[in-house]
């Protein structure tokens, strides 16, 4: 559209809004008339600060681009593999929420207590003094150096 296009529709649309407006102000008092006498003159000011072509020119992008949205199969396969990411994405918070998920194979381990050298040394200590009875010896050297530590520290 050129610009005389632009000046005709916002002639039209100011003269649909001013006889609305004209029985707004008949049927429901001077507030509604003067609401209404603002929002007349906002399609000539939207032609005279050239807005007018802009929302015109915003308006066919977003045309163009449901036109491409709508015909494209290109477009389609994007929307089904963002439709499968946020299926994933919700899945995989719901297993978390449950806890049903297989833990990282280093929690597990903690967990079953099969690597010492994971957990702090006063958490390995304790459990490894508890599996032998009391007053018998180590049964190697490294059992022996962690009963000594125990008892320097007044653990036994």
Do not use: C, H
């Not at 707004?24 to 008339?33: E, T, V």
């Amino acid at each position: 559209m050129d610009d005389v296009s632009y000046g005709v529709l916002a002639l039209a649309l100011t003269l649909v809004f001013g006889v609305a407006t004209w029985f707004a102000y008949q049927r429901r008092g001077l507030g509604a008339g003067l609401k209404g006498a603002g929002i007349t003159l906002l399609p000539l000011a939207a032609y005279l600060t050239k807005t007018l072509e802009m929302f015109a020119r915003v308006g066919d992008a977003i045309g163009d681009w449901a036109v491409r949205l709508v015909l494209s199969p290109v477009v389609w396969v994007g929307i089904a593999v963002a439709g499968v990411a946020v299926l994933l994405f919700g899945a995989g918070r719901v297993v978390d929420r449950r806890g049903g998920g297989a833990a990282p194979r280093r929690q597990r381990k903690q967990r079953a207590g099969t690597d010492p050298a994971a957990l702090p040394p006063t958490a390995a200590a304790p459990s490894a003094a508890a599996n032998r009875q009391k007053g018998a010896p180590a049964i190697d050297d490294d059992l022996a150096d962690i009963e000594a530590i125990l008892k320097s520290r007044g653990i036994s």
